[in-house]
């Protein structure tokens, strides 16, 4: 999924993270573009895993 961060810039390390559980899922975020986030969920699983609805918090740090 796409986000639009008004603070996100090319080479800015992210943070993410998720308040629920994410059931062996992997969670990435990276600034696909200046303003842009793309975050992704990977299942490594061989199940299908359900997500209880949740808040995503990102947190930037710039990139020196």
């Known amino acids: ?3 639009f961060s008004a603070i996100g810039t ?3 390390w992210i943070l ?3 308040s629920e559980d994410l ?9 696909h573009a200046a303003g842009n986030v793309t975050v992704s ?3 490594p699983t061989v199940s ?17």
């Not at 059931?23 to 600034?31: I, P």
């Open 10 to 12: 090319l080479r800015d």
């Open 48 to 64: 299908s895993v359900n997500l209880a609805s949740g808040t995503l918090r990102l947190r930037f740090t710039r990139s020196v």
């Open 1 to 3: 999924a796409s986000i």
């Open 23 to 31: 059931a062996g899922c992997l969670l990435t975020a990276y600034v």
């Open 41 to 43: 969920l990977f299942n």
């Open 16 to 18: 993410s993270s998720f």
